[in-house]
Nanobody
């Protein structure tokens, strides 16, 4: 599967953005999807993951209650709705896919990655 992440941009603190992760060359319903991010000068970190049918979702503590991961398999697309954004959410956001039953919080368990989309939150 090939993934393309898009929807990033510049937003003020407290604002919202929705990221999309579009799949091609395979159907996304065979894959769990994870979102990760890499802030300037930091390691890539887990943000959220969703199982192939959306029935199990897990968030990093830093985004819980503010971000929502979802998917629409009929559109071959996964989403990350980000609300109440903070300057510390500034990062390049990546979507990734694997065929593990519950996805994973570890980036090493994802063989398929999108190219990343930059989110900048100004204070």
């Amino acid at each position: 599967v090939q993934l393309q992440a898009y929807g990033g941009g510049l937003v003020q603190a407290g604002g919202s953005l929705r990221l999309s992760c579009a799949a091609s060359q395979d159907t996304l319903d065979q894959y769990a999807v994870g979102w990760f991010r890499r802030a300037p000068g930091k390691e890539r970190e887990f943000v959220a993951r969703i199982t192939w049918n959306g029935d199990l979702i897990y968030y990093a503590d830093s985004v819980k209650g503010r971000f929502t991961i979802s998917r629409d398999n009929t559109k071959n697309t996964a989403y990350l709705q980000m609300n109440s954004l903070k300057p510390e959410d500034t990062a390049v956001y990546y979507c990734a896919a694997n065929q593990m039953a519950y996805g994973s919080v570890f980036d090493g368990n994802y063989p398929y990655w999108g190219q990343g989309t930059l989110v900048t939150v100004s204070s």
